[in-house]
Each structure stands twice: as structure tokens, then as C-alpha cells.
């Protein structure tokens, strides 16, 4: 399976560049199931991307082109061939906002918010700006952040969490707490774009500007979810006082696209900051306490700290 992946992308870049593919090098898997390759010729460095998923990967190239239309942050689609699950997209280097993380120790210097602010202001424009005229018919598997797709991920959290860790609870009080926490969320504007995993592992870093990446899950839903993603992330731990400065600056630039009622954004961005965490500890029970995947365990501690909060 693989060698045939990979002669797949060598003969898509071939025909795409009319020069041949010197070197295809895996890059470290994600947590998803996609397969990644950077691909070299005399003249041009792509990135190839294999996924089973022709759905998912409409998804990815119909947002793709829509977001690069209106000047967005996104990478080019530079080929694609559905039927072989393949398609070549734009190189952003190897830098991700998660590679700053890692070298931050234990403060959050100057120069980190400075570079959060840059992606608060970004993530305003892809959801705002981005999501006009957007077909999220595109959207998959939903349409939309609705009842179903809450319900899933506070699931996903019960099964994959809870019953994992061995936590007691009662199941029938939890299943209406659900269904309570669904409908209150719901009552925020949710006509945006949401990118859904927006987070630090997704966000690469070129020449100083942030640009997004894997938001083929993205679809219609509230502002608040994708900044409670990124300012929430458990291994960012961003100290509290940042997370409320970069809020606040998100907010000054998302007022100039669209109409907000900065209190009641508040309150239910808390909402979206709990049901964020709890969709998270359930994605680390998945990776870390079903398929004892370390990165992932050594998550679960600050995604606790969290939910704590």
C-alpha cells in the first residue's frame, strides 16, 4: 500500500511539473489517519497527501480554494487525483506554533503573544471573512456544529474518558446534562465558519506569518469554539492573564467584520472553553488510554487542569 502511495504522488508531480520526483519522505504521522510526504524535484518541494476519505478530501480542497480565493492563510492546492485518494498541496516548511511552544520553558515571553495576537487577528478573518459564500454543503461529516455533533464529541467523552479511566458516574443524569449543555451552546450565532481542530499543531509558521492547515472538518458553527481551542490547548498552557488579553484583541478585530455583543460572546465562550475540554480528554482517552499512545497520555494532566478551571 504504501509503495503504491507513493508512486501515485511521484507520477501526479510528474505530470504536474514535467520533472521528476528526486525524493518522497514520510512525515511523522498525525493523529489522524492521513498519510503525508514531502516531495522533492530539481525545482520544486510539495507536500503529497494520501487519504482514504474522498469526502474529507473534497472537503479540504473545496475550503482550500475557496479561502485561497479571498487571500486567507491556507496552502495552494496545486493537483489533486480523487480516485487515487491523492492530491499536492503547497510546502509550508516544517515550523509549526507548536515548535515555539516547545521552546518557550516555563514562562510565555513577550515575543509568543505577539506572534497568538497575529493568529487571533487571522482566525477572525478565516471565520468571518472566510465563511461568506462558503458552501458548506462541502461540510463533512456536518454541515453544521449542531445537536448531533455536540452529542458525538460529549460521547466520545463518556466512552473514551470516562468508562476508560474508570470514572464513576451516573449515566442517565450525565445524558441530560448533555442534552441541557447542547441546547445552551446552540443558543450563540453560529453562523461562522468553524475550523473545529484549531490548535498549535495546525497553525505553521513561515517567515513570521501564521498560516492554518487541516480544517477539512471545518463547518458552520459559533466564533467561540475555534479560540477556545486555540487559547485552551492543554500543552500550551497559556497563564490565564494572556488567554484574557488575547480574547479581548481577537474581539477588537472580529468587531470590524461583523456585529458582537462582547458579554454575551463571553458567556458562552466559557461554555465553548468546557465543552472544548471535555471533546479533548475524550480524544486522549481514544489516543492515549485505548491506544497507549505516550504523547497523548502525557496530555491528560493539563487537559485535567483545565476542565478543572
Known sequence: ??????????????????????????????????????IKGATQTVIGTFNADRKENNAFIQFSNHFKSKSLPVPVILAENLDKNIYLQEDLGATTLYSYLLEKGDGFPDHLVTIYKKVVEELAMLQINGGEGLDYEQCYPRKAFDTQSMLWDLNYFKYYFLKLAKINFDENLLEQDFHKFSDYLLQADCNYFMVRDFQSRNIMMKNGTPYFIDYQGGRKGALQY??????????????????????????????????????????????????????VLGAYGFRGLHERKEYFLSCIPFAINNLRW
Open 1 to 38: 500500500m504504501k509503495i503504491e502511495i507513493q508512486k501515485n504522488l511521484s507520477e501526479l508531480f510528474e505530470k504536474t511539473f514535467d520533472e521528476e520526483a528526486t525524493m518522497i519522505l514520510p512525515l511523522d504521522p498525525s493523529a489522524s489517519y492521513r498519510k503525508y510526504y514531502r
Open 226 to 279: 475555534d479560540l477556545a481551542s486555540l487559547l485552551w490547548q492543554s500543552k500550551a498552557n497559556i497563564p490565564h492573564a494572556i488567554r484574557e488579553e488575547l480574547l479581548h484583541h481577537y474581539l477588537d478585530h472580529a468587531e470590524k467584520m461583523t456585529t458582537i455583543d462582547r458579554n454575551k460572546f463571553i458567556e458562552y465562550y466559557y461554555g465553548y472553553v468546557l465543552i472544548r475540554c471535555i471533546q
